[in-house]
């Protein structure tokens, strides 16, 4: 997309107006439309705009029919391709529209002066366009298309009604009665079927045609029509072929006029987009005006046409007392906004629409509008912003000249500030001498002295209210503004005795340059004393080491502990350990802590050692011989 319709959000405005037009190439023709360079076509642009806005206002309508795929069904019939009845209707309709527009212009023709020129011209094909109406009626071919048609449709009804006749004798003889699904007749392609249940489609004689979904029903042509079925058959394909005949008939009438079709198409659709930039300016309650090549810009209330709550008019001069104009002002003030209107406007009125405006305005028709505004960071090509706008000026420096207007926001901004200021100056100054007429905003105070030094340059600002702390978006040319940086700070809720200081350093230099001791922050540390145990056996802890609970088995007061966790001992860091319970709430008074960490078939074994279970020593006594046999010892004991 041209940088020029995106950073103006002129693609919108196109979008606006495509939604306007009537035909698929209509829409596609105001996708490709460019801005006019040559004064006469913008102005005549602007006439049409102007004549058909009359029309709309009169509330008088423009007959467009079949307008909406004529370019695709012409592109069909160019191809050879035999258009079917509906299309042929819709092509009828289409040359039956051109008539009415042609007398409709006429009509008006001296409200209408120049969209009566362009109809006027138009060819009339009434004798192909009653041709289409007299062999198609309600959107099928009609009997009296050709002879041989009214007679195979005539031998059809014949056919079909001795079918049907035979069908209904079928579905009331009684012993049929219990094998019909259902007592009808039911069509089925070209074939005229009986439902009969499935149990019975081996004792009805005939042909299956067709089966339903669940098996239940099968749809069945009885023996006793499949002579007539046959006919009928033959009758249809002779109808098809018969009908083909006349639509190819008519479709070559058509083709034989292509070039008078073509005609028509380009005229209907000329109208069709002028009509829908008509409706546009009028939903923009725009004005015509004036149209120079002199660079000459007068803006009476304008308004940015996407904008459209709370918008501040803006009256705007440029190219006659001056031919640069450099804005100053508040961040929000509306700036960029004036850069934009401007821009748009001039770009509305190039392509041929009205603009948002009160009369008195006066637009120029340039060679170029170039733009360089918003971020022009690019990060796949290593560009900051910067750099970005500095690559984007080259390459208009490189292309201005005469009849071009050149809108920047915040030149040389992003870089130091004496280097962007002075950077600046020299692009302003190269811009001018190459003859372009320049708008371009700052917050450079050497860029504001420049435009109010310089005798072919104006200062303008943003006016703001001090005592409210807001901005007015209104431009006031003339007067230098600020950047109203507090204001912002405040509006962003910074505090206020920091403003206040800022506002004191604004006009006082004397900034707080003395170092600051900070004291020094004492670290707590949490030393374990050696002697004293912090943990006791069956405390409950939390391992940091291991994410898991665990219990405290051994603490003797050093760096380290020694925990029960998955039926193992481990020594870890004290550190790593953390109090989650104490024992003395876990477990009651007397409680045998030991047991905490031994398996219970083990404390029982114990239990049955000590009160001298004869099964318990025995077993001792296994294990004992068992060792001493590994070992190789000869004992008579065992």
Request: with cysteine.
């Amino acid at each position: 997309m041209n940088p020029t319709i995106y950073h103006l959000q002129f693609d919108q405005i196109k979008k606006e107006v495509k939604a306007r037009a009537i035909g698929q190439y209509s829409k596609r023709r105001i996708e490709e439309m460019t801005f006019s360079t040559n004064l006469q076509t913008v102005k005549s642009r602007q006439e049409e705009t102007k004549e058909a806005r009359f029309i709309l206002e009169s509330h008088q309508h423009v007959p467009f029919m079949g307008l909406t795929r004529i370019d695709f069904l012409t592109e069909q019939m160019k191809k050879g391709m035999v258009l079917t009845p509906a299309e042929l209707i819709e092509y009828a309709d289409f040359l039956r529209s051109s008539r009415m527009i042609r007398k409709f212009f006429e009509k008006n023709q001296y409200q209408t002066p120049l969209l009566f020129s362009y109809s006027k011209n138009m060819p009339e094909l009434l004798t192909v366009e009653e041709l289409i109406y007299h062999h198609i009626t309600n959107q099928k071919i009609s009997n009296d298309a050709s002879r041989n048609l009214r007679k195979i449709r005539k031998q059809l009804q014949l056919t079909e009604k001795e079918i049907q006749d035979r069908l209904v004798k079928f579905l009331r003889h009684p012993h049929n009665k219990e094998m019909i699904q259902e007592e009808m007749i039911v069509q089925k392609g070209d074939h005229y079927t009986i439902p009969i249940k499935a149990s019975y489609k081996n004792r009805v004689s005939g042909t299956i045609i067709e089966q339903s979904n669940r098996g239940m029903t099968v749809f069945i042509e009885p023996t006793a029509v499949e002579k007539a079925s046959a006919s009928y058959q033959l009758l249809k394909a002779e109808e098809i072929a018969e009908e083909y005949q006349i639509l190819a008939f008519l479709t070559g009438a058509l083709a034989e006029e292509v070039q008078a079709i073509d005609l028509i198409v380009e005229t209907v659709t000329r109208l069709d987009i002028i009509f829908a930039r008509g409706k546009y300016s009028r939903d923009l309650q725009g004005v015509t005006p004036a149209i120079n090549k002199s660079e000459y810009i007068k803006i009476n209330q304008g308004r940015h046409p996407l904008l459209v709550k709370n918008v501040v008019p803006l009256d705007f001069e440029l190219g006659e007392n001056y031919r640069g104009l450099v804005i100053t002002g508040a961040n929000a003030g509306g700036k960029t906004v004036v850069l934009k209107t401007v821009g748009l406007l001039t770009l509305m009125a190039m392509f041929g629409l009205q603009v948002p405006a009160e009369k008195g305005t006066e637009l120029a028709v340039f060679d170029e509008v170039y733009v360089d505004m918003g971020d022009q960071q690019n990060l796949a090509n290593a560009l900051s912003t910067f750099s970005g706008h500095m690559k984007n000026i080259a390459e208009i420096l490189r292309k201005v000249k005469r009849h071009t207007l050149v809108l920047i926001d915040e030149i040389g901004s992003g870089t130091q500030p004496n280097e962007g200021a002075a950077l600046a100056v020299a692009i302003m100054e190269a811009m001018y001498s190459q003859g372009a007429l320049l708008v371009t905003t700052t917050h450079y105070s050497e860029v504001k002295k420049y435009a109010n030094d310089h005798e072919d340059f104006m200062p303008a600002a943003m006016a703001f209210d001090r005592e409210a702390l807001k901005p007015k978006y209104l431009l006031q040319v003339g007067a230098t503004g600020e950047s109203q940086a507090l204001w912002i700070a405040k509006k962003m809720k910074m505090s206020s005795m920091l403003i206040q200081q800022a506002q004191y350093y604004i006009h006082h230099k004397d900034y707080q340059i003395k170092k600051k001791e900070f004291p020094k922050i004492k670290e707590k540390t949490n030393r374990v004393n050696p002697v004293q145990s912090l943990f006791s056996k069956g405390d409950r802890v939390f391992s940091t080491i291991h994410q898991k609970e665990s219990l405290i088995y051994e603490d003797t007061g050093d760096e380290t502990v020694k925990i029960y966790l998955g039926k193992e001992f481990l020594t870890v860091p004290r550190k790593r350990v953390v109090l989650k319970t104490r024992a003395e709430k876990l477990y009651p008074q007397d409680y045998d802590l030991d047991s905490l960490f031994t398996d219970f078939h083990i404390r029982k074994w114990q239990k049955d050692i000590a009160r001298g279970s004869k099964k318990a020593h025995k077993q001792l006594l296994k294990e004992a011989c068992e060792r001493k046999v590994r070992k190789q010892v000869d004992d008579k004991s065992c």
